[in-house]
């Protein structure tokens, strides 16, 4: 599932552009950000009025980062707010990480979608002739990819190359190189829903890393259909074609040699007024060192679909399958129609607000997490770009974004791998304080 959303806060207002994706690039869930007005205080059918008791600020503080198995996470200016930002080197494949290698920084870290994702602009001229173009198997003509999100088209070749991530080392690593000139033929039909993420100031961003509970963007889906599935992969010629998983784009956490059952994304807590950067650790591996336990650790369990989505309540009204953490979400997207909104769909509540979901967790089970929702348009006038309370409306789904990992460990178990403490993925857990 590729689902993530991002804001921008333009000089008159406030601009929206969210996405929400379904497994391998599909777009599912709905953003209603077209045609809106401002809401009243008014109760719809499926929303059932919420007492306002504001909640604790989550308090966990982040790992230092140090050690081989953890990378820094910053949030500051960069175009757009409240994203989570990693460095990420790539080398040429199969070199060990030691040749033709370049870092590139203000990669967008989001746990709501699976593989490396990577502007060719932002990948320098000596790597990127080093990298190795995917085959299509089957016509023996390079791969491109579609990576669709909901407001939103990537369109781009398939390369292999080392990945390396703070200390951790993941060997020939299939990654999707986006808006690659080198690829002459314009985006399938099928792809262009929404507006070309054809370049780093359209997303935020140089590139993502989808590091969630999948080990590919697909899987078996794009492997096995009886008839190629649109969206996803092509050749270089624009054929829709079924790839291997092998050859897919691929969580690069799922190849590392260790610490590769799970990431931990840890931030620190923000001002609720906001912060002008934010920092944490992202931490590779669950149960496997001694600065990634899980076991013990008196964390909230939550088992998921292969897409990191799981059951929750909110407002009254149960959410089948329809609640995940997303770090690349830059706000918490959520119905709730008592709620004062601007036109843009952001919450604008006179005073800060709180609310609770209930969420479907093993341990404890059904667990509450409760969150606040402050006035954006105060928030986004100011300058700072670090927001632990920014709520936008959103007609399905709870995304819990990276307003609910500030003071938070959140863990993911990736599908098929086991922890100590978790069990064997796909799962998110998190601990508060």
């Not at 993502?208 to 996803?232: E, F, K, R, W």
Request: proline share 4%; charged share 5%.
């Amino acid at each position: 599932m590729r689902k993530f959303a991002w804001i921008l806060a333009a000089t008159l207002g406030l601009c929206l552009t969210a996405c929400g994706g379904g497994g391998g690039g599909s777009s599912s869930g709905s953003s209603t950000t077209s045609g809106s007005t401002t809401s009243s205080s008014s109760t719809s059918s499926s929303t059932t009025t919420s007492s306002n008791t504001l909640a604790v600020d989550a308090s966990a503080v982040p790992t230092s980062v140090g050690p081989s198995n953890t990378a820094a996470i910053t949030v500051s200016s960069t175009g757009i707010r409240n994203q989570p930002m990693v460095n990420v080197t790539i080398c040429a494949p199969g070199s060990s990480g030691a040749t033709n290698c370049s870092t590139i920084s203000n990669v967008l870290v989001d746990t709501g979608s699976y593989g490396l994702r990577l502007f060719e602009s932002a990948i320098p001229s000596t790597t990127f002739s080093s990298l190795t173009a995917e085959i299509d198997s089957s016509s023996s003509l390079p791969l491109a990819e579609c990576a669709l999100f909901g407001s939103g088209y990537a369109w781009g070749t398939v390369h292999t190359a080392d990945v390396k991530i703070g200390g951790e080392l993941a060997s020939s690593v299939p990654i999707h190189v986006m808006a690659d000139p080198n690829l002459t033929i314009s985006a399938p039909t099928a792809c262009k829903v929404g507006s070309a993420l054809d370049s780093p100031s359209a997303l935020g961003a140089n590139g993502i890393l989808g590091i969630g509970v999948a080990p590919q963007d697909c899987g078996s889906t794009c492997a096995n259909a009886a008839t190629p599935i649109a969206q996803y992969y092509y050749t270089n010629a624009g054929t829709a074609v079924n790839v291997a998983t092998s050859a897919q784009v691929t969580n690069p956490v799922y190849l590392f040699s260790q610490d590769n059952n799970g990431v931990i994304v840890e931030m620190a807590q923000v001002s609720d007024s906001g912060s002008a950067t934010a920092a944490g650790t992202l931490v590779f591996g669950i149960d496997t060192q001694s600065n990634n336990v899980l076991s013990g650790a008196g964390a909230t369990l939550i088992p998921t679909d292969i897409n990191g989505n799981f059951t929750a309540t909110l407002n009254g009204k149960t959410l089948s399958a329809g609640a995940f953490f997303d770090s690349g979400s830059t706000a918490l997207f959520f119905q709730d129609s008592t709620i004062t909104r601007s036109a843009s769909m952001f919450y604008t509540p006179t005073t800060t607000l709180g609310r609770s979901a209930t969420l479907a967790s093993t341990s404890p089970a059904n667990a509450t997490l409760g969150f606040n929702i402050a006035n954006a348009a105060t928030l986004l006038a100011g300058s700072n770009n670090a927001f632990n309370n920014l709520g936008v409306y959103m007609s399905s789904d709870l995304d819990l974004g990276i307003p609910a990992f500030y003071g938070r460990h959140v863990y993911y178990g990736i599908s098929g791998r086991s922890s100590t403490g978790g069990g064997t993925g796909p799962y998110v857990a998190y601990v508060s304080n």
